[in-house]
């Protein structure tokens, strides 16, 4: 099966600085998503986005699928966005996301 | 409406005890998923219900017992439990279990077994 690997595993930030964060996966994926787990444990959803790029706010992702790699943007860090960083890719076996290590993000006012 | 709701928020159980947990979506989805995961980890896949049919289960232990009465509820039976299941179970949905669909998550249930 696939391997996802992220990194850094842990990043600490001034409040308003900028930040990348990659998700590297061993094969070809049909599904890849960034998620935030807040410190009450709820995963949210911050991007489908298999290839290609897209932005919400003050983040962004960027996957190259060929070159099997995927990056998140974090613009002027909040102390919100404290959390954990999962990047999870699938192929077509049954919708199973595999889950990369983490990148744990700790931005400091 | 994305929200899948998980009830109850946390759970302590002993050993000998039968309990339930249940996962609940009303976005028309055909797929659902439970999740466990312990402390400084990645979610592991437990189960996958793909039109209220059991299509994966990770060779998880027999003391848990996923149920899916209809296609918006997910249950997940526990029966002597060992404190080491002890984790946070996530639940989750997606339009269908092709691999292709955003799965959104529940927040939760944080389980102590003592």
């Known amino acids: 099966g696939i391997q996802v690997e992220q990194s850094p595993p842990d990043l600490i930030l001034q409040e308003g600085a900028n930040s990348t964060l990659r998700c590297n996966f061993s094969d070809s994926v049909n599904n890849l998503q960034w998620f935030h787990q807040n410190p009450w444990g709820q995963l949210i959803n911050l991007f489908y986005?298999?290839?290609g790029t897209k932005q919400n706010g003050r983040l962004s992702a960027t996957t190259v699928a060929t070159e099997r790699y995927s990056l998140l943007y974090i613009s002027s860090s909040q102390t919100t966005d404290s959390g954990v960083y999962f990047c999870?890719?699938?192929?077509?076996?049954?919708?199973?996301?595999?889950f990369g290590q983490g990148t744990e993000l700790s931005v400091k006012p | 409406d994305t929200e899948v709701t998980q009830t109850p928020k946390h759970l302590v159980m002993g050993m000998t005890n039968k309990k339930s947990l249940k996962c609940e979506q009303h976005?028309?989805?055909?797929?659902m998923y439970w999740y466990k995961q312990k402390a400084k980890k990645p979610p592991e896949l437990m189960f996958v219900?793909?039109?209220?049919?059991?299509?994966i289960n990770e060779s998880v232990p027999s003391r848990f017992s996923p149920e899916c009465p209809n296609s918006s509820l997910l249950n997940l039976h526990l029966h002597a439990l060992q404190p080491e299941d002890s984790a946070l179970y996530l639940c989750a949905s997606s339009q269908i279990s092709r691999g292709t669909d955003t799965q959104y998550f529940g927040p939760g249930t944080r389980l102590t077994v003592l």
């Open positions: 999870a890719g699938a192929y077509n076996q049954g919708g199973k996301l595999i």
């Open positions: 219900y793909s039109y209220e049919k059991l299509s």
């Open positions: 976005m028309g989805h055909r797929a």
């Open positions: 986005i298999p290839s």
